[in-house]
């Protein structure tokens, strides 16, 4: 199994920003592309960004240019630097990883998720 904690959720202004994280623990040989989504109250879940295990990264275009993915040196976080924030960025923020492990003596790629950090943009 695979666990995702996130972290660094919560309220902020808008024009303000926040930097949440996500590691991974657990039984798997690697990780592969890791990402973010959001949901927001009434709303279908959204993937916001993603980045590769080799770091090519891909945005939604609702947060293109505001936000960056990046990947932490152990390869087993992922960071979401969030900036220019505005009211609709309020959402539950979680984590995915699709990661290789070893399942009934096969190696497969299966999908993991966080269970989320709210972030919250008021004033």
């Known amino acids: 199994q695979v666990q995702l904690v996130e972290s660094g959720g919560g309220l902020v202004q808008p024009g303000g920003s926040l930097r949440l994280s996500c590691a991974a623990s657990?039984?798997?040989?690697?990780?592969?592309?890791m990402g973010w989504y959001r949901q927001a109250p009434g709303k279908q879940s959204e993937l916001i960004a993603r980045?590769?295990?080799?770091?090519?990264?891909n945005y939604a275009d609702s947060v293109q240019g505001r936000f960056t993915i990046t990947r932490g040196n152990a390869e087993n976080t992922v960071y979401l630097q969030m900036n220019s924030l505005k009211a609709e960025d309020t959402a539950l923020y979680y984590c995915?990883?699709?990661?290789?492990?070893?399942?009934?003596?096969?190696?497969?790629?299966?999908?993991?998720w966080g269970q989320g950090t709210q972030v919250t943009v008021s004033s």
């Open positions: 657990g039984r798997f040989v690697n990780l592969n592309a």
């Open positions: 995915n990883a699709e990661a290789r492990v070893w399942a009934s003596g096969i190696l497969r790629n299966r999908d993991y």
């Open positions: 980045i590769s295990s080799g770091g090519s990264a």
